[in-house]
């Protein structure tokens, strides 16, 4: 059943892809992505119900569903659905409907890729995963061929490749330490690197890890790794926006997780808890200064991910069942949020005409739902409750609150306020100001605001009422890979 | 372990093909005209898959000899063809706007060998390989890396970075093949076709960029800053 549900939640927008090149028709390829994210979806859903105790492995072991994989696989599944229900609205907006085949191709290729990721069981293929993702994504970052575009997409390519170019280096190593126990040629899976790990020299691991959480931290856009991040988001259309922030990273912070997940299976150390932690805290503070003095509306959001990426990465540094659990509790939150607050930044965008906070003015006046479902997507993003990222932030926090990691906490706190105050006051102006220039759409269509409503009401939801199921499904997580708080 | 039971032989043929690696990648730094890279890349390739074929030769590992042939044919010719051909499209020939003389690039990238040497000695002692060819392997795969990484800094033309992204991954080749040879043939594999992919989604971007932006030199991008 398992396996069932993930070979068509892969297939489906493989299909998607054929099907989008064979036809090369605008209206039936946007058809064919939007079924073939739905599929996904209802396949991706069930997963973590039904995963149980145990790692499912499929396809003669290069495929492994287990709590971790099923839990991000659906973070996925959930952001890609939506996405692709607002790209069906968005893209109409862009008048390139010759090309429209082609972004929709990429767009199934990039969902398949960031689903396949997650999945993988060698530690090597899920390198090659991610940086496939990284090559479908450049092309969507550059669909618009706006100077800026190009630019995005230049730079997106050449800092993510070179980041990850040391994961593959981390990766060689732990497979060479690996090789001192199993012998020259093994299979090197998740489950044998950490089987092997206690007996693999502790430098030689360190010196592992931290290529790797340099190599991975780079996609996820860890500070100051982050160089590539706020342009691609801010550059590629906002469906595509949505998917490299809420999917993409969430794919690689996966494979940080595992990775220190291994390390801690050979004893804890505290090297690379603390790298996390200080990487974490780093990008909270970058994303603070840049929030504050931000002028688009889209890089807005941009350094709010690498807030976010810097929340989930502190939480891992953490450790602990409160720290993991915690942290991939924020995943979900963060994807549904940051979703949402993309779907409404592109709304703007395309209403008034600009990606300047500076000409958006009055959109309490002009679009009092869109507007509202925004900005409680606003308060929501900045954790204040009762939203999701309110409780996944505290139970953080409160991993946090031990004798060598007391001070990240207090710097988390600060660092928050001063983002709650900085994205508050961007809101208040774009709000309450009064236009310049009114905008140039008034009307904004079912597929661009539908999305906006599931994501707000799913993370309301998940703000008041953290089920105890989820609470202990995340605790087992926490059990299965990363050791005890010190 | 192979390095442990090694041919007195096939140890020095290691060591030479992975010293002259590093010294073309020396070659790369101390050049600006782009077609000396690209010269400077292919040789290196064939340096990496001739290292291929000795490891597969010595160590008993057959599947290497497959290796070897894929990356002479991917790396050593099909890659610098593509290049070249870009290359030509673009007609840059050099780099125009040298932040560092190649001199002092040299002696930065001399540095940074010795740092290199540094780490790999501090792990390698830690299995007691200190006089190995493992240690060398290490020095030049890190060395490659740190190497990489100064060319992507300090060089501007797209045609250079993308030459100091290979240079990065050719540390890693030449490194995996002493240090692992047993990793899995086909992870190898993949990787080969994935940075034919990679250069292929390169050559596209920059005829974009030459569209678009007007200018292909890293020192042109700015608009997105802040």
Known sequence: MIGALTYVMVAAPVAAIVGCLVLRSARLSEALNLVASAVAFCCALPLPFLVGDRESLFWSDYILVDRTTAWVVMCTAIVYFLASVYAVGYMRLLNEDARLFQFYALFAGFGATTLAGPLMNSVGIYWIAIELTTLVSTFLVAFEREAESMEAAWKYIMVVSAGISLALLGTVLFYWGGSFVLGPTYNMTWSTLAAAAPQINPVLLTLAFLLVLVGYGTKVGLAPMHAWLPDAHSEGPAPVSVMLSGALLNTAMVGIFRFLAIVESAGPSLVPQLALVLLGAFSLLVGALFIVRQRGVKRLMAYSSIEHMGVVALGFGFGGPLGIAGAFYHMLNHSLNKSLMFFGAGNMMRAYGTKRIGQIRGVAEYFPTTGGLWLAGAVAITGAPPFGLFSSELTIMRAGLQPAFAWAVYVMAALLIVIFVGFMNHFRVMYYGSPADPPIARRLSAWCVGPMWAALIAVLVLGLWWPSGVWNYLIAIAHSGVGAPR | ?226
């Open chain 2, 1 to 226: 372990m192979l390095i442990q039971h090694l041919h007195p032989l096939a140890s020095s043929l290691f060591s030479l093909l992975a010293i002259a690696s590093l010294l073309l990648s020396f070659v790369m730094l101390g050049s600006r005209w782009l077609r000396k890279y690209l010269y400077a890349f292919a040789a290196e390739s064939w340096m990496i898959a001739g290292l291929s074929a000795v490891v597969g030769f010595y160590g008993g590992f057959p599947e290497l000899y497959l290796v070897a042939l894929l990356t002479f044919l991917f790396r050593g010719l099909l890659l610098p063809y593509l290049i070249w051909r870009i290359i030509r499209r673009l007609q840059v020939d050099r780099e125009f706007h040298l932040i560092i003389q190649p001199s002092t690039s040299m002696v930065l990238g001399g540095l940074l060998v010795m740092f290199a040497l540094a780490v790999s000695f501090h792990v390698a002692a830690a299995y007691h390989l200190e006089l190995t060819v493992a240690a060398l392997a290490l020095t030049v795969m890190l060395s490659m890396k740190l190497i990489g990484f100064l060319m992507l800094a300090i060089r501007h033309e797209a045609i250079s970075q993308i030459l100091g992204l290979l240079v990065l991954e050719n540390g890693i080749f030449l490194g995996t093949q002493i240090l692992v040879p047993g990793m899995p043939l086909l992870i190898e594999i993949v990787i080969l076709f994935d940075l034919l992919i990679v250069v292929a989604c390169f050559g596209v971007l920059v005829g974009y960029l030459l569209t678009r932006v007007g200018a292909t030199s890293s020192l042109e991008l700015r608009k997105l800053v802040g």
